[in-house]
């Protein structure tokens, strides 16, 4: 995981896009993260992507049990990911590397003869996502409400790094990589701006820190 500074300019964002739908797995504008792409249909989508403008737009599936590939089986909003690092291996396989953009809302499905789906998009709601900031916080805040959270999962943090993080960054990058459950990220990427996912973000938190601490062992009672 790493993370950049990058502004998208309007004309430079596509209307219609290539997307990924995977349950539990998001991205963030000005994050970045890798992946592996196994499935024949995704390698021709990488394919693709590559040879064009390099972009893939990642997208939460409402239901896995639901295959009618019918736009109503994704959330209708995800986030546009340019590929700037593609690696091969040997086995047909790739290595990718997605850098986040900016958030698109879906307008409708395209019939198209590829195996991968795409869809026709809309920015308008999310034109800040490059560079937005957030209103005046007090860091404390946040760093509680993770350290709760890590020691209730027993987790090891580098703090040093964390707290060297831009505030705006480490919001979209906690958000991105704690496990919560696929409503409880898509809530965070759907929300207005970073202030309200920075609520929802320490909200999520401490519930998971409470909910460790009441049931240490994992039984349901």
Known sequence: MCYILNIMKKEDLPKKIAVFPLSNFIIFPNTSVPLSIFEPRYIDMVNDSMSSNKFIGMIQPRNLKNTSQNIKDLHQIGCLGKIDHCQKQSEGNYL????????????????????????????QRYENDGSETIEERDMTALLNAFKSYASSKQLQVEWDKIESIPLNLLVNILSMNLDFNPIEKQALLEADDLNQRWDNLIALMQMASLEEVSNPSGFIN
Request: glycine residues 4%; aromatic residues 10%; proline residues 0%.
């Open 96 to 123: 990718i590397r997605l850098q986040g953009e900016i958030r698109f809302e879906i307008l409708k499905e395209l019939e198209v003869e590829t195996l991968y789906r795409q869809v026709e998009v809309d920015y």
